[in-house]
């Protein structure tokens, strides 16, 4: 079968050719079918199987017959994640460019004044983030009554981000009488509650058993401990022919001390989180893709379905939380018929994670032991150094009292004559008082400043 097969426009199957594909992946030949017949669809399909062009080549068609109007899209497209929204939006641009279509991006990350502009003049198209939509819409920017088609893009992302509730207060604002297409890569029961409530009579098609993986995708189990993770790491990224690699982790911080490790390390990599502002991750994002860095650190967010070609290995420097992250982590490699490596760090913590994993997948994933880092004595200093600053700083408060009462000798010479002038009566007391001193400085009675009574000096002497 061939994309001219699915009922595709001739302007569309030439901006495919352009793209330089000839054949549709089996959810592209099963999807946009239905869609073109505007059918509600329910897409449950794993990573890296063409999804988004899925809804994108068939949008493309529906909406090219009609016109847009001020503040009134005529489509709406919702993703979890800022990076997605503009993957989905290259989407639009590559195989829309034969069609006159408009389009509007609403992400957060960026200033407000030019998507307002944009949704002023009307579009055809608009890719949005919940939170920003429903800020624009809270403001009277936009109105959604014109929007007679809704994708809901990765929809189980969309539950564990907590979305949820603003996807069900933006479909009461579309019309009841519209096209709905809902993908996701897993359908738990919260999603599948979302579907029977917004969508009528929906043609459900199902590519992979939910929690299945890659067959493609070589999976292993790296056993370490805490303190070995990161020479784990290195050793594995020395071992493995990594031409380029998206490394997980499960806490921000974690992404960027990592990514500082490694870079002290030779290696060169990069770093993509959430708190990072969106012009900073799409750099970030344009530096990995042009190959001037070959590591990129990742939180679970941040990287959520991109599509970056050539990715040949993931590592998990740590066992996700959620064992559908597993599936979507491990699913950055071994796209479009390619084939890819991952591999995940456990410690004895990490039982009950890959328990629950293995569970979903229904396979058993094989462990093998951790390779040598070959720079031991490296590494074991870097665990060490550098000392966080606020502890380096109370060692030097610690070591500057000793050393001064150690030496006195030392004290700052500014305040020498007033301190003198200030204590010589005391001083004078004490030593018509005190005996004499019996050893060097720093021993017998250094620390007591004033009269040693009889019995003492006698057990001194003595």
């Excluded at 059918?39 to 988004?52: M, S, V």
């Excluded at 299945?212 to 056993?223: G, H, P, R």
Aim: net charge neutral; glycine share 8%.
């Amino acid at each position: 079968m061939t994309f001219a097969d699915l009922g595709l426009s001739d302007e569309l199957l030439r901006a495919v050719a352009d793209s330089g594909y000839t054949e549709p992946t089996p959810i592209q030949r099963q999807a946009i079918p239905p869609v073109l017949m505007n059918r509600d669809l329910i897409a449950i399909a794993q990573t890296g199987t063409g999804k988004t062009a899925s809804f994108v080549l068939p949008m493309i068609d529906i909406l090219a017959h009609g016109r847009a109007r001020a503040r009134m899209p005529r489509s709406l497209i919702l993703e979890p994640t800022r990076e997605l929204a503009a993957q989905v939006a290259e989407n639009f641009e590559k195989y829309g460019k034969y069609h006159k279509l408009s389009m509007a991006l609403l992400i957060g990350g960026v200033q407000m004044g030019d998507q307002v502009a944009a949704l002023e003049r009307g579009v055809d198209v608009l890719i949005a983030t919940p939170g920003r939509l429903m800020d624009l819409f809270g403001r009277g920017k936009i109105l959604l009554t014109g929007c007679s088609l809704l994708v809901i893009d990765e929809a189980d992302r969309m539950l564990d981000m907590g979305f949820i509730p603003d996807i069900e207060e933006i479909c009461t604002k579309l019309p009841a009488t519209r096209q709905t297409l809902l993908f996701s890569a897993t359908m738990p029961a919260p999603i599948k509650k979302l579907a029977d409530r917004f969508q009528s009579n929906p043609k459900q098609i199902e590519i992979a058993r939910v929690g299945t993986t890659n067959a493609s995708i070589t999976q292993a189990l790296v056993e370490t401990s805490n303190r070995a993770k990161r020479e784990t790491l290195r050793g594995l990224l020395r071992a493995e022919d990594v031409r380029t690699a998206i490394i997980f982790a499960n806490r921000k911080t974690t992404v960027r001390e990592l990514n500082q490790s490694l870079r002290r390390n030779g290696f060169a990599s990069g770093e993509i989180h959430g708190d990072m502002d969106q012009p900073a991750r799409l750099r970030e994002l344009e530096r990995f893709k042009a190959g001037e860095i070959n590591l990129l650190v990742a939180s679970d967010v941040a990287a959520r379905g991109l599509d970056i070609k050539g990715v040949s290995h993931v590592f998990n420097f740590d066992a996700p939380w959620h064992p559908d992250d597993y599936v979507h982590r491990i699913g950055r490699t071994g796209r479009a018929g390619a084939t890819g490596k991952a591999f995940t760090l456990i410690t004895e913590d990490d039982a009950e994670a890959i328990a629950n994993i293995e569970k979903l997948t229904g396979q058993t994933i094989p462990r093998i032991a951790a390779p040598d880092a070959g720079r031991p004595a490296r590494a074991e200093a870097e665990e060490e150094a550098p000392a966080p600053r606020r502890e380096r700083s109370a060692r030097a408060g610690r070591g500057e009292r000793a050393t001064r009462a150690d030496e006195p000798a030392r004290a700052p010479r500014a305040a020498a004559p007033r301190e003198e002038r200030a204590v010589a009566p005391r001083a004078e007391r004490a030593a018509r008082t005190a005996p004499p001193a019996t050893g060097p400085a720093g021993e017998g009675d250094a620390g007591w400043n004033g009269p040693v009574p009889a019995f003492l000096a006698i057990g001194i002497a003595g």
